[in-house]
């Protein structure tokens, strides 16, 4: 990870980002290791033959990962001084890395460079094959930026759709008197598409400026917390969003200003603008489809795409025609006859739903779809973000205790009661190297992928459970059942199956101590890495591997209060490997915080674009009505009665619309968190709640602007202007 190293004068004082290492003839000792030695800055350390002073704590080292040798209490000093140590001898286990950071360019020819000069046990490593918890959260980070974007795209699109809609009923009777005066139909078509397309260009002009100036303010922001210089932003982004603009454009704006073309000029005389033809039709389904591609590309993930432009296809099909449905049940059914029967005006309302029951059905889809994101987006995302920060909680375990004895299981559970620890849950550990698969000798000579080829040449780490383990998940297979006869299957992790090209039904054959253990795999689990839990490659039945030589493994979190009790636990079990995971995990939790302020900063856009689609949604069927409350006024009707049909009307088209984006978030919702972001997601009540009030809210606001503006003309001037 990019970043600076950050030392304190002392233990628990203000750190502060570090100009270099340790100047020659001194060293730095991480916390725990101060804290262990029970030395300060200003005392000395003997190293190997060498003595040096401690010249500072250190507290943060950027690139520090998970390995066994990383995880271990920290010394760090000049190289200059390693040979007075006399520390590296034949056969000592050294490891150098080079860490290189820079322009994108200049970083894959690097990369380019040395992958082809690899040697044994030589190894690049990057945010595309870093370790497993850190990995995760940077997936999960873009999987969520490409969420909004999609989002945003789509809401824009509709957005686009309804506000051509009402700018090409605004100008019908326009087009229809310049066709009585020669114009010809391309003519029309060109002059529309040119003002639209001028305006598009624009708008993409502008989009591209907010989204560089929101680059540079994000990046800004997160240099400040990695301390250190973020590359700038290329031309890429611009040409996604010129070309998504142009797309959106024209698969939505097009299709209705076709209609503009085909307007007859009898229309003149009497309002009638014909019907939507095959052309319009066909222009939206090309539109949509050419737009399904682009955003696809633009996700990066073929999964997260794939899901939201279904989704939201599924769920347009679905609003209208639930809203349809249901709008015509309020209107006809016998509690509407009721309701009717009582008042002049709830019956105005009731009837008007009727009559407009298709464009009050688009209105509400159109509604439904703005809500769905806002919830989507406000609710849900803080389910899903929740779920996210649960998947690699602050008090995740941060020490792994190796090699327990079976006869120290019962001492080491005293020990942790009678010191007030929650006893962890301890799991068995048998040490095997796979030897065969399907009957045939496997060597690392069958591999060309460097972690698969290290992965055969070590042993692994076998386990046996009943149960499939509660931070595991089964996704493909069925567990194996013990009174069924299982003692020759096998449970193994999908990550390591993809590795070695491993699937279900294979057999595989493990030497454990000089004996073989032969079994099927009859199930593939999804495992957490960033819960910093007990995980395991192969999960075994409890009766074929119990009787091989077994030790034991745990993973506990200690608090601050705890930790003088790690060394006499370390002290009582001396043959205990007890591993300081703490300084990782701090690590990956500032990781996943700046992270997740990112994503919810980019989140605002495709908030914007969701109220832009209630808002075009409000306005869409604005001058129609207007029409029609001028005519009821100069039938007779009061002014309170033009109120309350309109509130009538718009209170059940907001309940609907509520309901549906109610329904349509926690799908989509419970859909990405699954299949997507891999995350249970708890139940949330209030939604039911939260997004009917919102719809009726948002509904009863607009009726009462309605009213407001219709009130105040006099119907003649309304029924002249738009007759």
């Given at each position: 990870?990019?970043?600076?190293?950050?030392?304190?004068?002392?233990?628990?004082?203000?750190d502060?980002?570090?100009?270099?290492?340790?100047?020659?003839?001194?060293?730095?000792?991480?916390?725990?290791?101060?804290?262990?030695?029970?030395?300060?800055?200003?005392?000395?350390?003997?190293?190997?033959?060498?003595?040096?002073?401690?010249?500072?704590?250190?507290?943060?080292?950027?690139?520090?990962?998970?390995?066994?040798?990383?995880?271990?209490?920290r010394?760090?000093?000049?190289?200059?001084?390693?040979?007075?140590?006399?520390?590296?001898?034949?056969?000592?286990?050294?490891?150098?890395?080079?860490?290189?950071?820079?322009?994108?360019?200049?970083?894959?020819?690097?990369?380019?460079?040395?992958?082809?000069?690899?040697?044994?046990?030589?190894r690049?490593?990057?945010?595309?094959?870093?370790?497993?918890?850190?990995?995760?959260?940077?997936?999960?980070?873009?999987?969520?930026l490409?969420?909004?974007?999609?989002?945003?795209?789509v809401?824009?699109?509709?957005?686009?759709?309804?506000?051509?809609?009402?700018?090409?009923?605004?100008?019908?009777?326009?087009?229809a008197?310049?066709?009585?005066?020669?114009?010809?139909?391309?003519?029309?078509?060109?002059?529309?598409?040119?003002?639209?397309?001028?305006?598009?260009l624009a708008?993409?002009?502008?989009?591209?400026?907010t989204?560089?100036?929101?680059?540079?303010?994000?990046?800004?922001?997160?240099?400040?917390?990695?301390?250190?210089?973020?590359?700038?932003?290329?031309?890429?982004?611009?040409?996604?969003?010129?070309?998504?603009?142009?797309?959106?454009?024209?698969?939505?704006?097009?299709?209705?200003?076709?209609?503009?073309?085909?307007?007859?000029?009898?229309?003149?005389?009497?309002?009638?603008?014909?019907?939507?033809?095959?052309?319009?039709?066909?222009?939206?389904?090309?539109?949509?489809?050419?737009?399904a591609?682009?955003?696809?590309?633009?996700?990066?993930?073929?999964?997260?795409?794939?899901?939201?432009?279904?989704?939201?296809?599924?769920?347009?099909?679905?609003?209208?025609?639930?809203?349809?449905?249901?709008?015509?049940?309020?209107?006809?059914?016998?509690?509407?006859?009721?309701?009717?029967?009582?008042?002049?005006?709830?019956?105005?309302?009731?009837?008007?739903l009727?009559?407009?029951?298709?464009?009050?059905?688009?209105?509400?889809?159109?509604?439904?779809?703005?809500?769905?994101?806002?919830?989507?987006?406000?609710?849900?995302r803080?389910?899903l973000?929740?779920?996210?920060r649960?998947?690699?909680?602050?008090?995740?375990?941060?020490?792994?205790?190796?090699?327990?004895?079976?006869?120290?299981?019962?001492?080491?559970?005293?020990?942790?009661?009678?010191?007030?620890?929650?006893?962890?849950?301890?799991?068995?550990?048998?040490?095997?190297?796979?030897?065969?698969?399907?009957?045939?000798?496997?060597?690392?000579?069958?591999?060309?992928?460097?972690?698969?080829?290290?992965?055969?040449?070590?042993?692994?780490?076998?386990?046996?459970?009943?149960?499939?383990?509660?931070?595991?998940?089964?996704?493909?297979?069925?567990?194996?059942?013990?009174?069924?006869?299982?003692?020759?299957?096998?449970?193994?992790?999908?990550?390591?199956?993809?590795?070695?090209?491993?699937?279900?039904?294979?057999?595989?054959?493990?030497?454990?101590?000089?004996?073989?253990?032969?079994?099927?795999?009859?199930?593939?689990?999804?495992?957490?890495?960033?819960?910093?839990?007990?995980?395991?490659?192969?999960?075994?039945?409890?009766?074929?591997?119990?009787?091989?030589?077994?030790?034991?493994?745990?993973?506990?979190r200690?608090?601050?209060?705890?930790e003088?009790?790690?060394?006499?636990?370390?002290?009582r079990?001396?043959?205990?490997?007890?591993?300081?995971?703490?300084?990782?995990?701090?690590?990956?939790?500032?990781?996943?915080?700046?992270?997740?302020?990112?994503?919810?900063?980019?989140?605002?856009?495709?908030?914007?674009a969701?109220?832009?689609?209630?808002?075009?949604?409000?306005?869409?069927?604005?001058?129609?009505?207007?029409?029609?409350?001028?005519?009821?006024?100069?039938?007779?009707?009061?002014?309170?009665?033009?109120?309350?049909?309109?509130?009538?009307?718009f209170?059940?088209?907001?309940?609907?619309?509520?309901?549906?984006?109610?329904?349509?978030?926690?799908?989509?919702?419970?859909?990405?968190?699954?299949?997507?972001f891999?995350?249970?997601?708890?139940?949330?009540?209030?939604?039911?709640?939260a997004?009917?009030?919102?719809?009726?809210?948002?509904?009863?606001?607009?009726?009462?602007?309605?009213?407001?503006?219709v009130?105040?003309?006099?119907?003649?001037?309304?029924?002249?202007?738009?007759?």
């Amino acid at each position: 990870m990019r970043g600076r190293l950050r030392s304190a004068p002392g233990l628990n004082q203000s750190d502060a980002p570090a100009p270099h290492g340790p100047a020659r003839g001194t060293v730095w000792l991480d916390e725990r290791l101060t804290s262990a030695l029970g030395v300060k800055p200003g005392g000395r350390v003997k190293l190997g033959n060498a003595e040096f002073p401690v010249a500072a704590v250190l507290t943060l080292e950027p690139d520090r990962g998970a390995n066994f040798f990383n995880i271990a209490p920290r010394l760090m000093m000049n190289k200059d001084d390693l040979p007075a140590t006399g520390l590296v001898q034949t056969g000592s286990r050294v490891y150098y890395q080079l860490l290189a950071a820079g322009e994108r360019k200049d970083v894959d020819e690097f990369s380019a460079w040395a992958r082809e000069r690899l040697g044994r046990g030589q190894r690049l490593e990057s945010l595309e094959n870093a370790r497993p918890e850190v990995r995760n959260t940077i997936d999960r980070a873009q999987s969520f930026l490409g969420l909004t974007a999609l989002l945003a795209a789509v809401l824009a699109g509709v957005a686009i759709a309804l506000g051509t809609r009402r700018f090409v009923e605004r100008h019908l009777d326009g087009c229809a008197v310049m066709r009585c005066l020669g114009v010809s139909q391309s003519r029309l078509l060109a002059l529309y598409a040119s003002e639209f397309l001028m305006l598009g260009l624009a708008a993409c002009a502008a989009g591209c400026v907010t989204g560089y100036a929101a680059h540079a303010l994000i990046a800004q922001w997160i240099a400040q917390l990695l301390q250190a210089q973020l590359p700038a932003a290329t031309a890429l982004p611009a040409l996604q969003g010129f070309l998504v603009g142009l797309v959106l454009l024209l698969g939505f704006a097009l299709p209705p200003l076709i209609q503009l073309k085909n307007v007859p000029a009898v229309r003149v005389m009497r309002r009638e603008s014909g019907a939507p033809r095959g052309g319009a039709i066909a222009a939206y389904a090309a539109g949509f489809a050419s737009l399904a591609a682009l955003l696809l590309w633009q996700a990066g993930d073929v999964k997260l795409g794939a899901i939201v432009v279904a989704g939201f296809a599924a769920a347009i099909v679905v609003f209208v025609a639930a809203a349809w449905l249901a709008l015509r049940v309020a209107a006809s059914g016998a509690l509407a006859r009721s309701i009717g029967a009582r008042s002049m005006a709830l019956r105005l309302g009731l009837a008007s739903l009727r009559r407009h029951s298709r464009s009050n059905a688009i209105q509400v889809a159109s509604l439904a779809l703005g809500l769905t994101a806002i919830l989507l987006l406000s609710i849900t995302r803080a389910d899903l973000i929740g779920a996210w920060r649960r998947a690699a909680p602050p008090d995740a375990p941060n020490r792994f205790m190796l090699n327990i004895q079976p006869d120290q299981l019962a001492p080491l559970k005293e020990f942790f009661a009678s010191n007030a620890i929650p006893m962890p849950d301890l799991y068995p550990m048998i040490r095997g190297r796979l030897a065969e698969v399907n009957g045939k000798p496997v060597s690392d000579r069958d591999f060309t992928d460097e972690r698969a080829r290290r992965l055969i040449e070590r042993e692994f780490n076998l386990s046996f459970s009943a149960e499939s383990p509660a931070h595991n998940r089964v996704v493909s297979g069925r567990w194996f059942d013990a009174r069924a006869g299982g003692r020759d299957e096998v449970s193994m992790e999908e990550g390591l199956g993809k590795t070695l090209g491993l699937k279900l039904g294979d057999t595989v054959r493990f030497n454990i101590a000089g004996e073989p253990y032969v079994a099927r795999i009859t199930s593939l689990r999804a495992l957490k890495w960033d819960s910093m839990k007990v995980n395991f490659f192969f999960i075994g039945e409890p009766a074929a591997l119990e009787r091989h030589p077994t030790s034991w493994i745990t993973s506990f979190r200690v608090a601050p209060e705890h930790e003088p009790l790690i060394n006499q636990l370390a002290a009582r079990f001396p043959n205990l490997t007890i591993v300081d995971i703490g300084a990782a995990l701090k690590q990956l939790q500032t990781v996943l915080d700046q992270v997740i302020l990112a994503v919810q900063f980019v989140f605002l856009f495709a908030l914007a674009a969701g109220l832009l689609v209630l808002y075009s949604a409000l306005v869409a069927t604005e001058d129609e009505r207007r029409r029609e409350t001028a005519v009821m006024r100069a039938f007779g009707a009061s002014s309170a009665q033009v109120v309350a049909a309109q509130r009538t009307e718009f209170a059940a088209m907001g309940l609907v619309a509520g309901l549906l984006a109610t329904g349509g978030a926690l799908a989509i919702s419970a859909v990405l968190a699954r299949r997507v972001f891999d995350l249970e997601l708890p139940s949330n009540g209030w939604l039911w709640l939260a997004g009917p009030l919102a719809g009726l809210v948002l509904l009863s606001v607009n009726a009462w602007l309605s009213s407001r503006k219709v009130l105040k003309v006099s119907p003649a001037l309304t029924l002249r202007d738009t007759g």
